[in-house]
């Protein structure tokens, strides 16, 4: 049995990490999902999130991992949570997000692409897979933290608040 907001809702999960999938400075990374928390807590009653949580995916094989958000709506907010959650994900310049949801006893996770175009070419649902444990790797890890800053790389020269802050990175 699954826990009543997967099996009875949908959950969200986006970042707003890594736009576009460039690798960004930690700290840059950092003020980007404080802004997205800032925007998850603005939105109001009657269309507010059952509730949300940090949280995290990562790709063992490719060495990544991001930190951000799932956001839990009840079924009947289904429609209006697609499109507020895919209006975040378009705002910091995510690709796309996670819709995760139970069918026929099963998590299924929806990858759900901003572009719309790119959802009909490669949209996809597939089955999630329980593990006992965490995998053997660093960035399953609840205390990882970002490896410090490399090389500049080209990004938008303002802050995700908006704010011209060239020593961000």
Known sequence: KWPRLFSKGVVYSLTAQNPMGVTAPAAWN?????????????????????CFWRS?????????????????????ERAFARVHMLR?????????????GVEDGVVVRDVVWVDQSKQAAHGSKEPMAIVA???????AARGWEA?????????????PKGVVAPSVW
Not at 151 to 159: A, F, H, K, Q, Y
């Open 56 to 76: 995290f995916g990562f790709n063992a094989q490719e060495g990544w991992r991001e930190e951000g958000f799932s956001v839990a709506f009840a079924r009947e």
């Open 133 to 139: 444990k965490a995998p053997k790797t660093p960035l």
């Open 147 to 159: 490896p410090p800053d490399g090389d500049d790389v080209e990004l938008p020269r303002t802050s």
């Open 30 to 50: 950092k003020a980007a999902n404080e802004a997205l928390e800032d925007d998850l807590l603005a939105i109001k009653v009657p269309y507010a999130p059952r």
């Open 88 to 100: 975040l994900a378009q705002k910091y310049s995510q690709a796309a997000i996670y819709a995760y």
